[in-house]
T-cell receptor, first 114, second 114 residues
């Protein structure tokens, strides 16, 4: 089955700097890769996703890149702000497959230093 | 409804008692997941329902845990003879078309076993 590994487990960056979180997956059938942000005491919320037919997707300060050959994908946050402090989870699934199950990484706790 | 609804939001129970947690998915969502999240930890997969297919119960930690779903509607997670280690937030997520468009989480049930 699918296995998703996420690094680093914790990340501290200076406000205004960039943050990068990396994930690898094992199942070549995976074709959908969402990222979730979970603020303290709140539910995880989808912030961006990418499908395997594209290599990069951007939404304002957030971007995700996908390397299908290497089976890894990354979240990039530029010009970080205090409100970016949260736990971020990557995930992978074979969307459209009846046997698909979304698998989450173990999470990255991002702290933005003022 | 507009989102995934979980009830109760908080539950305190005595060790040894049974509890039932409820999840109302977004209307039309065929996929439904239950996750457990202990304090400061990641998302622990419990069970996955997809339409009328047999559920994937591979994440249930013991036979004290069970879940049901009627068609593509409400799901209940039952924990029998609760133990202190069952204390956690139990999150439900639903999605459509085998996750083609991402998953939405409910706000969770915080279970405390005393």
């Amino acid at each position: 089955g699918e296995n998703v590994e996420q690094h680093p487990s914790t990340l501290s960056v200076q406000e205004g700097d960039s943050a990068v979180i990396k994930c690898t997956y094992s199942d070549s059938a995976s074709n959908y890769f969402p990222w979730y942000k979970q603020e303290l005491g709140k539910r995880p919320q989808l912030i961006i996703d990418i499908r395997s037919n594209v290599g990069e997707k951007k939404d304002q300060r957030i971007a995700v890149t996908l390397n299908k050959t290497a089976k890894h994908f990354s979240l990039h946050i530029t010009e970080t702000q205090p409100e970016d402090s949260a736990v971020y989870f990557c995930a992978a699934s074979a969307a459209g497959s009846s046997a698909s199950k979304i698998i989450f990484g173990s999470g990255t706790r991002l702290s933005i230093r003022p | 409804g507009a989102g995934v609804s979980q009830s109760p939001s908080n539950k305190v129970t005595e060790k040894g008692k049974d509890v039932e947690l409820r999840c109302d998915p977004i209307s039309g969502h065929t996929a439904l997941y239950w996750y457990r999240q202990r304090l400061g930890q990641g998302l622990e997969f419990l069970i996955y329902f997809q339409g009328n297919s047999a559920p994937d119960k591979s994440g249930l930690p013991s036979d004290r845990f069970s879940a049901e779903r009627t068609g593509e509607s409400v799901s209940t997670l039952t924990i029998q003879r609760t133990q202190q280690e069952d204390s956690a937030v139990y999150l439900c997520a639903s999605g459509n078309r085998q996750g083609s468009y991402g998953y939405t989480f409910g706000s969770g049930t915080r279970l405390t076993v005393v």
